[in-house]
């Protein structure tokens, strides 16, 4: 069956750094638009970076640009966010996902699967 498992996720300071991974199975992952959301406790689920099937498109939300990069391997069937220069507004619960239609979209009803999600904490 479809599998997304995040991983990376932690306790991480103000200014710091810390690389998400999101391990795709049961599905061919290159054919896959895939996006990263993340959900803070009380706030809806928000948008924050998308990566078209080759990898050669990427989007961004406006609070994380010049920050955060999204890269895939397709041969590993992973996604990747490196997240640089953290802020406590970052503190969040992200999730992978993934696009059949591999629109590279904000819009999370726009995706298929989702993964379980990884706990991201950035104290200040």
């Known amino acids: 069956q479809v599998q997304l498992v995040e991983s990376g996720g932690g306790l991480v300071q103000a200014g710091g750094s810390l690389r998400l991974s999101c391990a795709g199975s049961?599905?061919?992952?290159?054919?896959?638009?895939m996006g990263w959301f993340r959900q803070a406790p009380g706030k809806e689920r928000e948008f924050v970076a998308a990566i078209k099937r080759t990898g050669g498109s990427t989007y961004y939300s406006d609070s994380v640009k010049g920050r955060f990069t999204i890269s895939r391997d397709n041969a590993k069937s992973t996604m990747y966010l490196q997240m640089n220069s953290l802020k406590p507004e970052d503190t969040a619960v992200y999730y992978c996902?993934?696009?059949?239609?591999?629109?590279?979209?904000?819009?999370?009803?726009?995706?298929?699967?989702w993964g379980q999600g990884t706990q991201v904490t950035v104290s200040s």
């Open positions: 996902a993934a696009d059949d239609a591999g629109r590279g979209s904000a819009l999370a009803n726009y995706y298929d699967y």
């Open positions: 049961g599905f061919t992952f290159r054919n896959y638009a």
